[in-house]
């Protein structure tokens, strides 16, 4: 799922699942999107945009939110307009975690699981969670401001399994750390 791409201006990350059976709690899939300062690219993140928040300048919003996975298409949307954000930040970090309030779910038990990341008509990235099945949440794109201020992507999925609150603190260590 990599992909060398230089100069990203303006991204839309897209995630679909199938709802609950009839009866089971809901499916809920949310965008989480981390965004680090150039002193500490890896430290904590300066701001996280998810289902109730956005950032302060209005760079990074979630156009979408489902809590069920109910209707067509995709089901959660979130905009990364990286071209007009501040130099003051290094690296965007996007992640999915599913809610746990009802009880520990993973990707492999929630049907037709897809993320997309688009730049316009062209596709970054695809992936269905596949490869992490037993995950709760999973890092799929980072984005990182080279030397000269243009932005870079690197997608690959990585799992995590925990809540959506230590995802959301855990989602920008390197892998490994």
């Keep these: 799922m990599s992909t060398p791409n230089k100069d990203i201006e ?7 699942w199938d709802p609950s059976d009839f009866g089971e709690p809901a499916n809920d899939l ?9 002193e500490a690219p890896y430290g904590s993140p300066v701001y996280l945009v998810h289902f109730d928040s956005r950032s302060p300048d209005g760079t ?3 156009n979408r939110d489902s809590r069920t996975g109910q209707g067509f298409g995709f089901d959660e949307v979130m905009t990364l307009e990286l ?10 970090v ?43 949440a999973a890092v799929v794109a980072e984005f990182v401001r080279d030397t000269s ?6 997608g690959s999925v990585r799992g995590f399994d925990g809540d959506p609150g230590s995802f959301a603190t855990e989602m920008g260590n390197r892998p490994g750390a």
Excluded at 10 to 16: G, L, T
Excluded at 149 to 154: L, T, V
């Design 94 to 136: 996007v992640g999915v975690a599913i809610q746990q309030r009802d009880g520990h779910k993973t990707f492999g038990q929630i049907g037709h699981t897809a993320v997309q990341i688009r730049e316009g008509y062209t596709s970054l990235a695809e992936d269905d969670f596949s490869a992490v099945p037993a995950a709760t």
């Design 10 to 16: 303006k991204v839309e990350v897209r995630v679909k």
């Design 60 to 62: 990074i919003t979630l």
């Design 83 to 92: 071209d007009r954000l501040s130099d003051a930040y290094a690296r965007v």
């Design 149 to 154: 201020g243009a932005w870079g992507f690197h």
């Design 30 to 38: 949310d965008i989480i999107a981390a965004t680090y300062g150039t």
